[in-house]
């Protein structure tokens, strides 16, 4: 059975950086997009950043965009997301997820219903 386990969830201060990265098992890289959703008490979960299996550019978030950095290894089997210059609004639950559609932008800009297997979340927290 597919699993999603992601590690490397923190406390840092602001400014300060964290990388998450995202074990992906049973899975054949071709199968879709992968990405990172994130979750604040009270709302909705939303996509903040996905890389599709194809050509093509990864998607980011408005809230994100130049600030964290996606990418996948299709050796290891294995997704990461850097995250620079983080902010006291980046805090949140973040959850690695596989969306069976390939299109980066479509699997992370269109919400939840996109996604097909989530992992178990990381909490990030940013605060000084």
């Known amino acids: 059975q597919l699993q999603l386990v992601e590690s490397g969830g923190g406390l840092v201060q602001p400014g300060g950086s964290l990388r998450l990265s995202c074990a992906v098992s049973?899975?054949?890289?071709?199968?879709?997009?992968l990405g990172w959703f994130r979750q604040v008490p009270g709302q909705e979960r939303e996509g903040v950043s996905c890389?599709?299996?194809?050509?093509?550019?990864?998607y980011y978030s408005d809230s994100v965009r130049g600030r964290f950095t996606i990418s996948r290894d299709n050796v290891k089997n294995t997704l990461s997301l850097q995250m620079n210059n983080l902010k006291p609004e980046d805090t949140a639950v973040y959850y690695c997820v596989l969306s069976s559609n390939h299109d980066a932008e479509e699997a992370c800009s269109m919400g939840p219903i996109e996604v097909d297997y989530w992992g178990q979340g990381t909490q990030v927290t940013v605060s000084s």
């Open positions: 890389i599709g299996s194809r050509n093509g550019s990864p």
């Open positions: 049973e899975f054949t890289f071709d199968d879709g997009a």
